[in-house]
């Protein structure tokens, strides 16, 4: 079963900041959150993933909280093509025998 | 970078028939290649984990002996879905795994294959 829980649906406005939350209350000291995204009919696409701190990169930014227990991916400015299922996995992150195992998502809808 | 690839992206087979899909990692080499299957309005769901040179790890209810899966090389694993039937139409997609730093890995996904079997 997957670790963590995500709403079912979102819908943002084109051009504004898409704020995707994940509650991961059981995670452990030593396991990352990752993100990833799924676009119709295409294979999952990776964003980002963090430990502790907040990351950014090109795609977005994601907000750890300080007791590790939630986090949230921002899209700054949402187009139409980030319409996806967007997926929180907590993983070890180790590689090999580590498995991502995904949950529902949240079906992120960038309206015009 | 980190491409994956996967080939074809769409079979149509008939019932009984066995179908191969490949899985290329094109701009790097993954030691672990990972075997995805989907279903219409579902999550991904694991199949199997494949180490290069290795045999294939295969999920709980998975048949291993059904969907066999070769690793070959580090660039490289192929599922062949043996003596398919409609209810193995789906989608299959896989992924491959690099290290993205110290001591955290990334899995990149192909495209994915829909498999429709008559």
Known sequence: ?112 | GAVVSQHPSWVICKSGTSVKIECRSLDFQATTMFWYRQFPKQSLMLMATSNEGSKATYEQGVEKDKFLINHASLTLSTLTVTSAHPEDSSFYICSAETLAGWNSYEQYFGPGTRLTVT
């Open chain 1, 1 to 112: 079963d997957a670790k963590t829980t995500q709403p079912p649906s979102m819908d943002c406005a084109e051009g504004r900041a898409a704020n995707l939350p994940c509650n991961h209350s059981t995670i452990s000291g030593n396991e990352y959150v990752y993100w990833y995204r799924q676009i119709h009919s295409q294979g999952p696409q990776y964003i980002i993933h963090g430990l502790k701190n907040n990351e950014t990169n090109e795609m977005a930014s994601l907000i750890i909280t300080e007791d590790r227990k939630s986090s949230t991916l921002i899209l700054p400015h949402a187009t139409l093509r980030d319409t996806a299922v967007y997926y929180c996995i907590v993983t070890l992150g180790q590689g090999g025998s580590e498995k991502l195992v995904f949950g529902k998502g949240t079906k992120l809808t960038v309206n015009p």
